[in-house]
T-cell receptor, first 113, second 109 residues
Framework: DSGVTQTPKHLITATGQRVTLRCSPR?????VYWYQQSLDQGLQFLIH???????AKGNILERFSAQQFPDLHSELNLSSLELGDSALYFC????????????FGPGTRLLVL | GIQVEQSPPDLILQEGANSTLRCNFS?????LQWFHQNPWGQLINLFY???GTKQNGRLSATTVATERYSLLYISSSQTTDSGVYFC???????????FGTGTRLTIIP
């Protein structure tokens, strides 16, 4: 158990819908990262928050947005869902930035039908 | 561009065998991690090893940062070692982990 929690574990929805994925980092960790794992793109970085502030963006679609709240939990919002958004979404956390181990949560498996 | 290459892509071994997985990266890094993704999709941290050598039970890892590669050694393989092994790095000037394409390891009883 990494100490990072993600909910829900599984999500099945339809095209055009909107979903919210939630992540609670390990106690004391200020950084939260989101990654997407799809069959064709592999594991890709989406976005990084540090202590409530957005730090870096990867290949995150405009239909996707995220935020980190004062209690340091984070939410990833996916809207106007398409079939290609089906993937495993991971959240990771670390104490600080860069030179730290990133600990990964169990992931949320999203299936868009 | 920035790349992380892993070899071999697939490895099938008998239980009890030893294996070496390789990760090559294309620039200087300040973070390198090895992960095991189990059949249920969970990413398990194995090592944080931007340089040097570490050991944890039957697993060990070595990173030679000056030559831009890392090796993961698995000894006396067990069926529970099956899964995909990922190497991921954070390049200097970056904050994100860049993942390799993985090595799929299958251990046969």
């Amino acid at each position: 158990d990494s100490g990072v929690t993600q909910t829900p574990k599984h999500l099945i929805t339809a095209t055009g819908q909107r979903v919210t994925l939630r992540c609670s980092p390990r106690s004391g960790d200020l950084s939260v990262y989101w990654y997407q794992q799809s069959l064709d793109q592999g594991l890709q970085f989406l976005i990084h928050y540090y202590n409530g502030e957005e730090r870096a963006k990867g290949n995150i679609l405009e239909r996707f947005s995220a935020q980190q709240f004062p209690d340091l939990h984070s939410e990833l919002n996916l809207s106007s869902l398409e079939l290609g958004d089906s993937a495993l979404y991971f959240c990771a956390s670390s104490v600080e930035i860069t030179q730290e181990t990133q600990y990964f949560g169990p992931g949320t498996r999203l299936l868009v039908l | 561009g920035i790349q992380v290459e892993q070899s071999p892509p697939d490895l099938i071994l008998q239980e009890g065998a030893n294996s070496t997985l390789r990760c090559n990266f294309s620039d200087s890094v300040n973070n390198l991690q090895w992960f095991h993704q189990n059949p249920w999709g969970q990413l398990i941290n194995l090592f944080y090893i931007p340089s040097g050598t570490k050991q944890n039970g039957r697993l060990s890892a070595t990173t030679v940062a000056t030559e831009r590669y890392s090796l993961l050694y698995i000894s006396s393989s067990q069926t529970t070692d099956s899964g995909v092994y990922f190497c991921a790095v954070v390049y200097f000037g970056n904050e994100k982990l860049t993942f390799g394409t993985g090595t799929r390891l299958t251990i046969i009883p």
